[in-house]
């Protein structure tokens, strides 16, 4: 005889009673979505939003609209710009995080090769990024894995490992990083807090599923968070 389920079964109008039951003020959703806004870069939506709900941003609304510029160089590909209004915007930040120079400066040798400048992206990786790479086996295969582009730019055929250095996601993950230590020099969370409950939502129902039959809550594409099966 199969063995019965032992796991404990919520069904749904127990389910929603108890979801009903939680407390959450308006000031803690507003705090949210002020978070949202900032860390995003939506200045002027930020600014409406603070009037209307009372909410005091962490940051100066002004700090919003200088990322976004430093993202937007990286975007359209000109770091020296962005590398320019990074310093701008404090100096510490590239001083003190030699990673985050280095991937700039990674970025920077991308954009000659994308625009096909050999000779000076073979002069830069010599004068700015050897010397780097000599310190830390890590950026030294980044910077291989760079170089390595040079050998398929007649080619056709380019290995999607090394072929994805030169999509527009490469430009955005520098971005990203770059927002990121922005972020944090200002003492603001690297990562949007609603992004961070999901996560921590699709933690709790993958535990709770190990002992629990229960209404699994899903995002608006159907995905089932914390789980692969379907709800009660």
């Given at each position: 005889m199969p063995q019965a389920s032992s796991k404990i079964h919520i069904y749904k109008e127990e389910w929603d009673r108890r979801l009903h039951e939680v407390q959450v003020s308006k000031n803690d959703l507003n705090r949210l979505v002020m978070d949202y806004l900032v860390i995003?870069?939506?200045k002027s939506a930020a600014e409406e939003f603070a009037q209307e709900a009372s909410v005091v941003?962490?940051?100066?609304?002004?700090s919003i609209e200088s990322r976004m510029k430093v993202r937007e160089a990286l975007q359209r590909g000109d770091v020296e710009d962005a590398i320019v209004r990074v310093n701008e915007l404090n100096p510490e930040i590239l001083d003190n995080n030699r990673a985050l120079f280095f991937h700039l400066q990674?970025?920077?040798?991308?954009e000659y090769i994308r625009q096909g400048r050999v000779v000076e992206a073979l002069q830069f990786a010599q004068d700015?990024?050897?010397q780097l790479g000599e310190h830390s086996p890590e950026f030294l295969s980044e910077l291989e894995k760079t170089m390595s582009l040079l050998a398929f730019e007649q080619s056709s055929f380019t290995p999607s490992a090394i072929g994805d250095l030169l999509s527009p996601a490469q430009r955005m993950k520098t971005a990203g990083e770059v927002n990121a230590a922005?972020?944090?020099s200002l003492n603001q969370g690297k990562e949007v807090k609603l992004v961070q409950l999901v996560k921590f939502l699709s933690w709790g129902q993958g535990m709770l599923k190990e002992h629990a039959e229960f209404p699994k809550?899903?995002?608006?594409?159907?995905?089932?968070?914390g789980s692969s099966s379907s709800t009660l």
């Open positions: 995003e870069g939506y941003p962490e940051v100066d609304f002004e990674q970025q920077k040798l991308i700015e990024l050897a922005i972020l944090e809550m899903t995002l608006d594409d159907g995905t089932i968070l």
